[in-house]
C-alpha cells in the first residue's frame, strides 16, 4: 500500500462511498418513473450522473427499486395465465384454496414432433 496522499485518488475513492451516491427524494422518483416504463439501467444511470452530478451504480438503482417494493415484473395474474397461453401455447390451471389464495399454477407445454426422414 502506498503512504502517499494522492488528492486526486482520494477525491474519487470519497466520491464512490455510499454516503456520497445518496439520492434525494425527488431523484428517486424520477428513477421509478423511469424503471416503470423499462427504461435501460445504464442510460437512466447516465442520466441520473448528469443530473446529480454524483457517482450512482447500477447496483443503487437496483435498491432503489428493491427498497420501495416495487418490480419491472409485477403482472397480474390474469395477464401471466394469457402470456402462458398465448405466447407458450400453454394449458394452464390454477389451484386456490377456501379464501383465494393462490396455492399453485400447473401448466402444461404441448410440442409438436414431427418424424424425420
Known amino acids: 500500500m502506498d503512504n502517499n496522499h494522492n488528492p486526486l485518488l482520494s477525491k474519487t475513492l470519497f466520491n464512490h462511498?455510499?454516503?456520497q451516491r445518496k439520492i434525494n427524494p425527488q431523484n428517486k422518483t424520477e428513477v421509478l418513473e423511469l424503471m416503470e416504463?423499462?427504461?435501460n439501467k445504464k442510460l437512466i444511470q447516465h442520466t441520473m450522473q448528469l443530473k446529480t452530478g454524483k457517482?450512482?451504480?447500477l447496483k443503487d438503482l437496483s435498491n432503489i427499486i428493491y427498497t420501495t417494493g416495487k418490480t419491472n415484473s409485477d403482472s397480474?395474474?390474469?395477464e401471466i395465465v394469457q402470456q402462458l397461453r398465448n405466447k407458450h401455447n400453454c394449458t394452464v390451471e390454477i389451484s386456490v384454496d377456501s379464501g383465494h389464495n393462490l396455492i399453485?399454477?400447473?401448466q402444461r407445454l404441448y410440442l409438436l414432433m414431427l418424424p424425420t426422414n
Do not use: H, K, V, W
Request: glycine share 0%; no cysteine.
Open 76 to 78: 397480474s395474474l390474469d
Open 17 to 19: 462511498l455510499p454516503n
Open 55 to 57: 457517482i450512482i451504480t
Open 37 to 39: 416504463l423499462r427504461a
Open 104 to 106: 399453485r399454477i400447473f
